[in-house]
């Protein structure tokens, strides 16, 4: 049988079976989605960013490179996908309108997606800042329909994902649970002799053991002075004595991902491992009491910056101390609707959820990271990720 044939027969067996949320959360989502593009005049929403599909709709897959976009109108939603994506379509959401193309046929995309957006209005909003937009479709779609403004809607979806539902923080709550059971076994697993690969393999198997799904971000180690390079991964380097062991790990439920950081030192920690990790604390501690609704992101980071001003001048820090979480796909678990950092205007809300990424690091030296996953609660926040917060 043919794809389309495949996608009738998975639609009278499998529809559905595999959505993570009743229809009432998607149609909740969908009514503050629409209200908000009725306010800005934009009569269609062309997605395809595959968290923006999976938050409206179900849609999952670990095939994430391919072209996917979704429709949203007024009235319908329209799913179109690849040859080789309608079984996740078909079993992973309720979408009525499934448009099939061929894997190796890019350009049987541009027609029908042209046809779908045909009709709604002069506008249609696109998120021009997303890498999974194709340059290739969106111009073809303005030559077939040179009469439609193509608008710039990066804003419209990001102000409702950033505020999790009562479902999405049981999830993040699941994810957290297996998150802290990985790091766990990595950190009682290191010793001197190993290497990084040894301690992130330990950690993978009880992340999976543990109930994970596909990560958006496999585990991250260092060790010794590779710590001290931010953005660095296990490379088959050997743990001395008293080497630093950066852990940081994002288990997957549903996929959503509640990430969290954790420093061992394969020995004994120095004095001024000790300083750094206390400052680590400091920062989160700052953090959580300044996440009180109400107040910005921009307070948060500045009470976050005194907390850290005694070690300014030795450790480099990113400037972001807070990013939001929710559902996300390979490559990143960062959700990108939030970041806590100098000049962010947007207010705390309740049932917001931030990882808190402190690392401290010493350049040429190590790093020292420990972080928590966050929900904002009414009077700070509440850690869903719970770090012994151990150095040793």
Known sequence: MDFNAYQKTLARELRGRECPFPRSEYDQRLEQLRTRMAEDGVGALLLTDPSDLFYLTGYSTFEVSVHVALVVTADALTLQVPSIETGPAMITTRVDNVLGYRWEGIADVLDPLAQALRGQGTVVGVDYWHGSLRQGVLAGLKQRLPDIQFADASTLLKPIRIVKSAAEIDCLRQSAQITRQGIQAAANAV????????????????????????????????????SSVIHTNHKRCRVEDGDPVFLEFGAVWQRYTAPMMRTVVAGEPTARMRSVFDGCRRVVDALKGAMVPGRTFDSAARAAEQAMAPLAGEVFFSGVFGYTVGAQFPPSWVEGSGFIARGETTEFRQGMVFHLPICLRIPGLWGIGCSDTVLVGESGAEPLTSNPWQLD
């Open 191 to 226: 010793q001197p002799g190993m290497t990084d690969n040894d301690i992130a393999a330990v950690g993978a198997q009880a992340l999976l053991a543990g109930g994970s799904e596909f990560m958006s971000m496999q585990p991250i180690v260092t060790v010794g002075q590779r």
